[in-house]
């Protein structure tokens, strides 16, 4: 069954240190996605891919960096985690064809303490 | 930019009565753009409940329905009888293929809470 997958599920980490999210998926899809979501806000796009070895800047971007080493893989990596990324990470797939609908991994709980 | 609005964050409905959320768009890069609703019930990832890419058309699932209002400017998303299962946080979003990557703006929320 296609799906797309996130690990960890769960993440605290510390001021200061790096941490990595991990998304996969098995769709297929040229496109994938990483967005995070905060209370009172929509989901907002940190940073995207057209495919392996591309990475582009979303919305909001800073603080972030991304990793599309294969077409089933997608990887956040926050460098130097802050208190302010504390919040729920989700990845997603897509395609042009089908609507351009999106589809999304269940995501990823991260507290930088 | 483009945006769009959900002037309900959290909605409380009891079993068996009619639901209405409420969504309105802005955009001023697209004349049609594709409008979805997506779903996330607890513990689970975003699924995409219904979606209509043509104006003036009705999208449809498991009996929530959502009308492409360009006049209007809105998505809204109805259900005429409501279970506990329906529970859940619903996103309306807009797609976006003027900035090349087809994303999706979301609009804030709405906490759906079926009270039996």
């Known amino acids: 069954e296609a799906a797309v997958t996130q690990s960890p599920r769960n993440k605290v980490a510390v001021t200061g240190g790096k941490v990595t999210l991990s998304c996969n998926q098995t769709?297929?899809?040229?496109?994938m996605y990483w967005y995070r979501q905060d209370t009172g806000h929509g989901l907002r796009l940190i940073h995207y891919?057209?495919?392996?070895?591309?990475?582009e800047k979303g919305d909001i971007p800073d603080g972030y960096k991304a990793s599309r080493p294969s077409q089933e893989n997608f990887s956040l990596i926050l460098e130097l985690a802050t208190p302010s990324q504390t919040s729920v990470y989700f990845c997603a797939s897509g395609e042009r064809t089908g609507g351009y609908e999106q589809y999304f991994g269940p995501g990823t709980r991260l507290t930088v303490l | 930019g483009d945006s769009v609005t959900q002037t309900e964050g959290q909605v409380t409905v009891s079993e068996s009565k009619s639901l209405i959320i409420n969504c309105t768009y802005s955009?001023?890069?697209?004349?049609?753009?594709?409008l979805f609703w997506y779903v996330r019930y607890p513990g689970e990832g975003l699924q995409l409940l219904l979606k209509?890419?043509?104006?003036?058309q009705k999208g449809s699932s498991r009996g929530f329905e959502a009308t492409y209002n360009k006049e209007t400017t809105s998505f809204h998303l109805q259900k005429a009888s409501v279970q506990e299962s329906d529970s859940a946080v619903y996103y309306c979003a807009l797609g976006d293929l003027s900035s090349g990557s087809w994303q999706l703006i979301f609009g804030s929320g709405t906490q759906l809470t079926v009270m039996p």
């Open positions: 955009t001023t890069s697209i004349a049609y753009p594709n």
């Open positions: 209509v890419i043509t104006a003036g």
């Open positions: 891919s057209y495919g392996a070895g591309s990475t």
């Open positions: 769709n297929n899809h040229n496109n």
